[in-house]
């Protein structure tokens, strides 16, 4: 019988990690993407052992994206379920101020991973006549406010939200299913630039009087993750404590 492998690219996070301890029973081999936080995937190998197979990659380069890519295909390591979460920590960065770079490195480590991975993925699962891809989006893709001083993040969403969107209509007839889940602000690692003070003004503005936090989070991708959701696609689904 054929493994059934997952691919968690930035695993190494705590919704990665989340994830990855709450779903790894359902998988032979969990491909586990990281940067540079080896810590998280030691202590993920340390639980779960030889499924955990990490790779390492810079996503803002783009030779060691497509290397990611290939290795993963030469190693016969193509996942049936592809979930994206790789972004860059939120910048807390007034347009004015912001570079071209500031945008670019956001759209490399986000956007272009999802294009490169899923190009290189995408036909394995058509001969597989199955497959699942789930992309980390924003509470400001489901028509939220938008989070202030952060415009390399939101673009860079959106441009996702479309890969979702085109990727659900093109494949939505080879049993694949292409979704995006957009939580509210989530108190993780990834908070790290923006000032205390707007994180606890969210917290204080949600009707749950705090932040979501992975466990939140992480049941929402193992709804979409199994075969309950095998006829949900092209699906944008707000996790967000009723903000």
């Known amino acids: 019988m054929r493994e059934k492998i997952l691919l968690v690219t930035g695993a190494s996070s705590d919704v990665g990690a989340t994830l990855v301890c709450s779903i790894q029973g359902n998988y032979d081999k969990i491909i586990c993407h990281y940067r540079n936080s080896t810590a998280v995937i030691e202590e993920l190998q340390s639980q779960f052992g030889k499924k955990i197979v990490p790779v390492q990659a810079d996503f803002a380069n783009e030779k060691d994206t497509i290397d990611f890519a290939q290795r993963i295909i030469d190693e016969r390591n193509t996942p049936d379920h592809f979930v994206h979460l790789s972004a860059t920590p939120i910048a807390n960065k007034r347009f004015a101020k912001m570079q071209w770079e500031d945008f670019e490195k956001e759209f490399q480590i986000s956007f272009r991973s999802a294009v490169i991975i899923s190009s290189a993925i995408l036909p394995q699962m058509v001969k597989n006549k199955a497959g699942k891809l ?100 092209g699906q944008n689904i707000a996790v967000t404590g009723g903000n």
Request: hydrophobic share 45%.
């Open 134 to 233: 789930i992309f980390m989006l924003s509470y400001q893709t489901v028509n939220q406010p938008a989070l202030k001083y952060a415009a390399a993040y939101t673009c860079s969403k959106y441009a996702i939200l479309g890969l979702m969107r085109k990727l659900s209509a093109e494949y939505i007839d080879k049993k694949i299913t292409v979704n995006g889940i957009s939580p509210s602000i989530i108190e993780t690692k990834f908070l790290v630039n923006i000032p205390e003070l707007l994180i606890q003004k969210s917290a204080e503005n949600s009707p749950l009087k705090r932040n979501l936090i992975a466990d939140d989070v992480v049941p929402t991708f193992e709804y979409l993750l199994s075969p309950a959701a095998d006829c949900v696609t």
